[in-house]
Protein backbone atom coordinates (compact mmCIF):
# COMPACT_ATOMS: atom_id res chain seq x y z
CA UNK A 1 0.00 0.00 0.00
CA UNK A 2 1.41 3.37 -0.74
CA UNK A 3 2.37 5.83 2.12
CA UNK A 4 -0.32 9.05 2.33
CA UNK A 5 1.53 12.47 2.06
CA UNK A 6 2.22 13.59 5.70
CA UNK A 7 -0.65 15.55 6.80
CA UNK A 8 0.49 19.47 7.74
CA UNK A 9 -0.03 20.39 11.39
CA UNK A 10 0.99 23.81 11.92
CA UNK A 11 -1.38 26.29 13.46
CA UNK A 12 -1.40 30.32 12.84
CA UNK A 13 1.51 32.56 14.04
CA UNK A 14 1.69 33.72 17.61
CA UNK A 15 3.67 35.77 19.97
CA UNK A 16 3.20 33.39 22.64
CA UNK A 17 1.44 30.36 23.88
CA UNK A 18 -1.44 32.08 25.53
CA UNK A 19 -4.63 29.42 26.50
CA UNK A 20 -7.12 29.05 23.70
CA UNK A 21 -9.33 26.81 26.01
CA UNK A 22 -10.70 27.01 29.46
CA UNK A 23 -11.12 24.52 32.15
CA UNK A 24 -14.29 22.78 31.77
CA UNK A 25 -14.05 22.66 28.05
CA UNK A 26 -15.20 19.63 26.06
CA UNK A 27 -12.77 18.39 23.23
CA UNK A 28 -13.26 16.61 20.64
CA UNK A 29 -9.25 14.91 18.78
CA UNK A 30 -9.49 12.14 16.29
CA UNK A 31 -5.97 10.85 16.81
CA UNK A 32 -5.42 7.28 17.47
CA UNK A 33 -5.18 7.52 20.87
CA UNK A 34 -8.44 9.61 21.67
CA UNK A 35 -10.87 8.74 18.67
CA UNK A 36 -14.73 8.57 19.27
CA UNK A 37 -13.59 10.13 23.53
CA UNK A 38 -15.45 12.92 25.00
CA UNK A 39 -12.48 15.13 26.71
CA UNK A 40 -12.79 17.88 29.35
CA UNK A 41 -10.27 20.19 30.05
CA UNK A 42 -8.98 18.99 33.83
CA UNK A 43 -6.01 21.30 34.05
CA UNK A 44 -4.10 23.74 32.37
CA UNK A 45 0.20 23.74 32.59
CA UNK A 46 2.11 26.72 31.18
CA UNK A 47 5.60 25.98 30.84
CA UNK A 48 7.82 29.24 30.55
CA UNK A 49 10.12 27.50 28.82
CA UNK A 50 9.72 24.90 25.59
CA UNK A 51 12.24 24.09 22.80
CA UNK A 52 12.50 27.40 21.28
CA UNK A 53 9.66 29.17 23.80
CA UNK A 54 6.98 28.66 26.18
CA UNK A 55 4.58 26.00 25.40
CA UNK A 56 0.90 25.01 27.33
CA UNK A 57 -0.46 21.75 28.01
CA UNK A 58 -4.36 20.57 28.26
CA UNK A 59 -4.64 17.65 30.74
CA UNK A 60 -7.91 15.85 29.64
CA UNK A 61 -10.00 13.74 31.32
CA UNK A 62 -12.75 11.54 29.36
CA UNK A 63 -13.32 7.75 29.97
CA UNK A 64 -12.12 6.11 33.56
CA UNK A 65 -10.80 3.48 31.28
CA UNK A 66 -9.13 5.97 28.58
CA UNK A 67 -4.71 6.59 29.26
CA UNK A 68 -3.86 9.76 30.66
CA UNK A 69 -4.25 12.47 27.88
CA UNK A 70 -2.49 15.93 27.25
CA UNK A 71 -3.08 18.09 24.25
CA UNK A 72 0.77 19.95 23.95
CA UNK A 73 0.93 23.35 21.97
CA UNK A 74 4.57 23.03 21.18
CA UNK A 75 6.12 26.44 19.44
CA UNK A 76 8.51 25.69 16.71
CA UNK A 77 11.67 27.45 15.41
CA UNK A 78 9.88 29.57 12.81
CA UNK A 79 7.22 30.62 15.80
CA UNK A 80 4.10 28.84 14.79
CA UNK A 81 2.66 26.67 17.32
CA UNK A 82 2.05 22.57 16.29
CA UNK A 83 -0.86 20.96 18.91
CA UNK A 84 0.50 17.11 20.34
CA UNK A 85 -1.68 14.43 21.46
CA UNK A 86 0.25 12.74 23.97
CA UNK A 87 -0.45 9.53 26.58
CA UNK A 88 0.81 8.81 29.38
CA UNK A 89 3.71 5.81 28.45
CA UNK A 90 5.37 5.39 32.05
CA UNK A 91 5.79 7.03 35.04
CA UNK A 92 8.36 6.29 38.15
CA UNK A 93 9.73 7.24 41.18
CA UNK A 94 13.45 8.64 41.02
CA UNK A 95 15.83 6.40 38.74
CA UNK A 96 19.51 7.06 38.10
CA UNK A 97 19.39 4.67 35.39
CA UNK A 98 16.76 6.67 33.83
CA UNK A 99 18.62 9.52 34.45
CA UNK A 100 21.99 7.99 32.44
CA UNK A 101 20.21 7.70 29.75
CA UNK A 102 18.53 10.99 29.16
CA UNK A 103 21.20 12.91 29.62
CA UNK A 104 23.67 10.81 27.44
CA UNK A 105 25.45 12.73 24.95
CA UNK A 106 24.31 10.78 21.86
CA UNK A 107 21.15 12.69 21.92
CA UNK A 108 19.21 9.60 21.06
CA UNK A 109 16.73 7.36 23.08
CA UNK A 110 15.83 3.74 22.00
CA UNK A 111 12.45 2.46 23.25
CA UNK A 112 11.54 -1.30 23.32
CA UNK A 113 8.00 -1.64 22.44
CA UNK A 114 6.59 -4.79 23.99
CA UNK A 115 3.72 -4.51 21.54
CA UNK A 116 6.64 -5.66 18.53
CA UNK A 117 8.87 -7.84 20.32
CA UNK A 118 10.42 -8.88 16.47
CA UNK A 119 11.39 -5.09 16.53
CA UNK A 120 14.90 -6.17 18.37
CA UNK A 121 16.49 -2.95 17.88
CA UNK A 122 13.69 -0.55 19.71
CA UNK A 123 12.47 2.65 18.33
CA UNK A 124 15.04 4.93 17.97
CA UNK A 125 14.19 8.69 19.00
CA UNK A 126 16.48 11.53 18.61
CA UNK A 127 16.36 15.44 20.43
CA UNK A 128 14.53 17.75 19.04
CA UNK A 129 16.62 20.43 17.32
CA UNK A 130 19.77 17.55 18.14
CA UNK A 131 20.13 19.22 21.36
CA UNK A 132 21.96 17.55 24.20
CA UNK A 133 20.97 19.71 27.37
CA UNK A 134 17.61 19.14 29.28
CA UNK A 135 14.78 22.33 29.16
CA UNK A 136 14.04 23.48 32.86
CA UNK A 137 11.22 25.37 32.91
CA UNK A 138 8.56 26.48 35.62
CA UNK A 139 4.92 25.35 35.43
CA UNK A 140 1.87 27.53 36.60
CA UNK A 141 -0.69 24.58 36.81
CA UNK A 142 -4.75 25.92 37.16
CA UNK A 143 -7.10 23.25 38.11
CA UNK A 144 -10.59 23.62 39.70
CA UNK A 145 -9.22 23.09 42.71
CA UNK A 146 -6.56 26.49 42.37
CA UNK A 147 -3.24 27.27 41.45
CA UNK A 148 0.27 25.89 41.86
CA UNK A 149 3.45 25.52 40.70
CA UNK A 150 6.26 23.54 40.03
CA UNK A 151 9.70 22.87 38.18
CA UNK A 152 10.07 20.60 35.68
CA UNK A 153 13.30 19.27 33.79
CA UNK A 154 12.37 17.46 30.62
CA UNK A 155 13.86 15.97 27.70
CA UNK A 156 12.37 16.01 24.55
CA UNK A 157 12.50 13.23 21.64
CA UNK A 158 11.15 13.23 18.16
CA UNK A 159 11.01 10.49 15.15
CA UNK A 160 9.37 9.48 11.92
CA UNK A 161 6.75 7.17 12.17
CA UNK A 162 3.91 5.55 9.89
CA UNK A 163 0.75 5.56 11.63
CA UNK A 164 -2.40 4.71 9.58
CA UNK A 165 -0.62 4.91 6.58
CA UNK A 166 0.66 8.44 7.54
CA UNK A 167 4.01 9.40 7.75
CA UNK A 168 4.15 11.98 10.68
CA UNK A 169 6.15 12.91 13.07
CA UNK A 170 6.34 11.06 16.88
CA UNK A 171 6.79 12.47 19.78
CA UNK A 172 8.69 11.88 23.50
CA UNK A 173 8.49 13.65 26.30
CA UNK A 174 10.75 12.45 29.31
CA UNK A 175 9.74 14.73 32.22
CA UNK A 176 11.14 14.96 35.88
CA UNK A 177 9.71 17.40 38.65
CA UNK A 178 12.88 18.92 40.02
CA UNK A 179 11.26 18.67 43.87
CA UNK A 180 10.34 14.98 43.95
CA UNK A 181 12.52 12.89 41.50
CA UNK A 182 9.09 11.75 39.89
CA UNK A 183 9.26 10.70 36.13
CA UNK A 184 7.01 11.08 33.50
CA UNK A 185 7.01 10.03 29.70
CA UNK A 186 4.65 11.20 27.58
CA UNK A 187 4.09 9.36 23.87
CA UNK A 188 2.22 10.92 21.06
CA UNK A 189 2.10 12.63 16.92
CA UNK A 190 1.00 15.81 15.37
CA UNK A 191 -2.89 16.28 15.06
CA UNK A 192 -4.01 18.25 12.49
CA UNK A 193 -5.40 21.34 13.88
CA UNK A 194 -8.51 20.56 11.94
CA UNK A 195 -8.80 17.71 13.77
CA UNK A 196 -9.50 19.43 17.47
CA UNK A 197 -13.06 20.43 17.76
CA UNK A 198 -13.60 22.44 20.84
CA UNK A 199 -16.61 23.81 22.37
CA UNK A 200 -19.34 24.97 20.42
Known sequence: MPRKKKETATLVRQDDVAPVFVLGDVLEIDAPATKSCRLIVAEIRQYAVG?????????????????????RFLRCENALLRPLALTLYDSLA?????????????????????????NIAGNIFWRIYDVTDSHISSVNI????GVTNAVIEY??????????????????????????????????????????????
Not at 57 to 63: A, E, R, S
Not at 94 to 117: F, Q, S, W
Open 142 to 145: RSKI
Open 51 to 71: SVGPMVDYVLNGDPRSPQIRL
Open 94 to 118: YNEGLLAVVRDDTAKLIIHDDTNPA
Open 155 to 200: WDYSRLSEIDGIETEEFIFVEMNKESGWFESWRGIEVVPGRIVGPK
